[in-house]
């Protein structure tokens, strides 16, 4: 089955700790993207990019870091300067013909204890 | 700033009956499109619309869009309890692969 894979489902981070949220995805896309959602909100842009080896910032990068060295993987790391992590992520991938539709992962919640 | 927000930002309804969602958007648009999201899961797309289409349907969703008012609505008729979701317009936020998603609305459909 083609999609979007995230992991893991939930995440615990400590104080000062970096923790990094897997997103795989198999349907060939070219632009990959990742979101956060706080409780009944909706979606905010943290990273994306169009092409391996390229990404640009979004909305609210700051504590944030991707890496996009295979089309099939976009994993994003929560720095310690993030200093409130608390949220649901999203992942998300859309081809690169222009068809703006986005595919989405199941999302992982991060706590922090 | 947000492009899309959706109104009302959450609507209650008895099964059967028809539920319509509105969002609202300020600058111009190639599209605009409807997901809904299921709670604690990933959103899933439902539908496009083009700048030049004014209405587009499927199955029990029916979308307009008023290019002239900058406004959209979603409409789902004879909805049923698993209809139970949030739905949000997302609109490009410019820069071609941006897409800025509005806050939601959440719809309750009682059995």
């Known amino acids: 089955d083609g999609g979007i894979t995230q992991s893991p489902k939930y995440l615990f981070r400590k104080e000062g700790q970096n923790v990094t949220l897997s997103c795989e995805q198999n349907l060939n896309h070219d632009a990959m993207y990742w979101y956060r959602q706080d409780p009944g909100q909706g979606l905010r842009l943290i990273y994306y990019?169009?092409?391996?080896?390229?990404?640009q910032k979004g909305d609210i990068a700051e504590g944030y870091s991707v890496s996009r060295e295979k089309k099939e993987s976009f994993p994003l790391t929560v720095t310690s300067a993030q200093k409130n992590p608390t949220a649901f992520y999203l992942c998300?991938?859309?081809?690169?013909?222009?068809?703006?539709?986005?595919?989405f992962g199941p999302g992982t919640r991060l706590l922090v204890l | 700033s947000q492009q899309g927000e959706e109104d009302p930002q959450a609507l209650s309804i008895q099964e059967g009956e028809n539920a319509t969602m509105n969002c609202s958007y300020k600058?111009?648009?190639?599209?605009l499109q409807w997901y809904r999201q299921n709670s604690g899961r990933g959103l899933v797309h439902l539908i496009l619309i083009r700048s030049n289409e004014r209405e587009k349907h499927s199955g029990r969703l029916r979308v307009t869009l008023d290019t002239s008012k900058k406004s959209s609505s979603l409409l789902i008729t004879a909805s049923r309890a698993a209809d139970t979701a949030s739905y949000f317009c997302a609109t490009e936020g410019g820069g071609g692969f941006k897409t800025i998603f509005g806050a939601g609305t959440r719809l309750f459909v009682k059995a």
């Open positions: 990019s169009q092409i391996v080896n390229d990404f």
């Open positions: 600058t111009s648009i190639n599209n």
């Open positions: 998300a991938s859309s081809s690169w013909t222009g068809e703006e539709t986005q595919y």
